[in-house]
């Protein structure tokens, strides 16, 4: 299985910091990575697929980059309604795996 | 705009099977270039894929789960279901279903899972 791996595990950040979440992975998943956002007794929710496209409906705040082995969620202005876990997940190859989750909190 | 359901026993029994159903409103299981699958969590960690079944029947499974595993769908309910034998307790977790979709780019599918059902708990105790 490919193992995803993402840092840091949490962070404190207050509304309008620039944050930054990184992902990598085991092995080269090319482009074939989604990151995913879940509030507390939530579903998780898509915000970014193949790397960097932006789900539709999703703010253009959330940017994704990255491409092999290592990528990068990026929130450019954090808003309150951002503070949640966020997940990276490959689609590269089954079992899709998912990141342990990094959670972002208030400063 | 499509939504999911999942609906099943919130207790099983150690050694039990537990048996799950995805139920599929606001469009057809067996349109479009679409996987559905199963995720599991459990509580205050993180998801784990169970697997994932085409509406022609082709399924994924991981690895881990595979022996106890069964992903079939029912295109005449608009239903997927999951059945999960001989639980345990490490079996406890909200039960997701989410639909799989290929976005094709560059002439390959991309898969992501674009919209979750709510969850449901299963808890495993005698």
């Known amino acids: 299985d490919i193992q995803m791996t993402q840092s840091p595990s949490s962070l404190s950040a207050s509304v309008g910091d620039r944050v930054t979440i990184t992902c990598r992975a085991s092995?080269?998943?090319?482009?074939?990575l989604n990151w995913y956002q879940q509030k507390p007794g939530k579903a998780p929710k898509l915000l970014i697929y193949?790397?960097?496209s932006l789900q539709s409906g999703v703010p253009s705040r959330f940017s994704g980059s990255g491409s092999g082995t290592d990528f990068t969620l990026t929130i450019s202005s954090l808003q309150p309604e951002d503070f949640a876990t966020y997940y990276c997940?490959?689609?590269?190859?089954?079992?899709?795996?998912f990141g342990q989750g990094t959670k972002v909190d208030v400063k | 705009q499509v939504q999911l359901q999942e609906s099943g026993p919130g207790l099983v029994k150690p050694s039990q099977t537990l048996s799950l159903t995805c139920t599929v409103s606001?469009?057809?299981?067996?349109?479009?270039?679409?996987?559905w699958s199963w995720i599991r969590q459990p509580a205050g960690k993180g998801l784990e894929w169970i697997g994932r079944i085409y509406t022609s029947g082709s399924t994924n499974y991981n690895p881990s789960l595979k022996s106890r595993v069964t992903i079939s769908v029912d295109t005449s309910k608009n239903q997927v279901s999951l059945k999960l034998s001989s639980v345990t307790a490490a079996d406890t977790a909200v039960y997701y279903c989410a639909r799989d979709i290929g976005y094709q780019l560059s002439s390959y599918y991309h898969y992501c899972m674009d919209v979750w059902g709510q969850g449901t708990t299963v808890t495993v105790s005698s």
């Open positions: 997940q490959q689609s590269y190859i089954t079992p899709w795996t």
């Open positions: 606001g469009g057809s299981i067996s349109s479009g270039t679409y996987y």
């Open positions: 193949a790397a960097s």
């Open positions: 092995q080269s998943i090319s482009s074939y």
